[in-house]
T-cell receptor, first 113, second 113 residues
Framework: AQSVTQLGSHVSVSEGALVLLRCNYSSSVPPYLFWYVQYPNQGLQLLLKYTTGATLVKGINGFEAEFKKSETSFHLTKPSAHMSDAAEYFCAVSDGPGNQFYFGTGTSLTVIP | NAGVTQTPKFQVLKTGQSMTLQCAQDMNHEYMSWYRQDPGMGLRLIHYSVGAGITDQGEVPNGYNVSRSTTEDFPLRLLSAAPSQTSVYFC????????????FGDGTRLSIL
């Protein structure tokens, strides 16, 4: 089975600072990897996804993530944090059959003015 | 484009009561899923469906039933509500292919007294 580990349940950054949210996965097959964002009292929105091809993936709102197979990682970054980035972020991996998505436990991002 | 629609948005039940959480999608997606979200535990898969007439259990299926009579609808039934089922429930759908992202509804916030 797949699994996802998000290091750090809470991350605080200053406005304008680099955002780095960590995600590691375990997979016996080439994974499909996703980052979602959840704003308070809302559902999850797709930020970006990696399927095949270029390992550096750009998403919405200035976020990007790099797939590193050797490190089994898919960390999410943004060069300069904005107050509107404060939210919960989830990393997810998809396996082959059926509809199995495996989610990490989430990282809550706080942006300090 | 409505996407994934969940009703109701909020519900309070007494222990032992039954109810149905509704989920409808207008994207003609084959795959639909129900998750529950609890603090510190991320999203856990309850049940999923790979098409009309086909359902299967996820990670935490006990106490819940589902059916899929049409492509559009995937209701989740609580047979006899328990306080442990207090949670936020999300319905999601996606197209065929393992690299397709999940599309989420806005959630149903359920409290069991």
């Amino acid at each position: 089975a797949q699994s996802v580990t998000q290091l750090g349940s809470h991350v605080s950054v200053s406005e304008g600072a680099l955002v780095l949210l960590r995600c590691n996965y375990s997979s016996s097959v080439p994974p499909y990897l996703f980052w979602y964002v959840q704003y308070p009292n809302q559902g999850l929105q797709l930020l970006l996804k990696y399927t095949t091809g270029a390992t550096l993936v750009k998403g919405i709102n200035g976020f990007e993530a790099e797939f590193k197979k050797s490190e089994t990682s898919f960390h999410l970054t943004k060069p300069s944090a904005h107050m509107s980035d404060a939210a919960e972020y989830f990393c997810a991996v998809s396996d082959g059959p059926g509809n199995q998505f495996y989610f990490g436990t989430g990282t809550s991002l706080t942006v300090i003015p | 484009n409505a996407g994934v629609t969940q009703t109701p948005k909020f519900q309070v039940l007494k222990t032992g009561q039954s109810m149905t959480l509704q989920c409808a999608q207008d994207m003609n997606h084959e795959y639909m899923s129900w998750y529950r979200q609890d603090p510190g535990m991320g999203l856990r898969l309850i049940h999923y469906s790979v098409g009309a007439g086909i359902t299967d259990q996820g990670e935490v299926p006990n106490g819940y039933n589902v059916s899929r009579s049409t492509t559009e609808d995937f209701p989740l039934r609580l047979l006899s509500a328990a306080p442990s089922q207090t949670s936020v429930y999300f319905c999601a759908s996606r197209g065929t292919g393992t690299n397709q992202p999940q599309h989420f509804g806005d959630g149903t916030r359920l409290s069991i007294l």
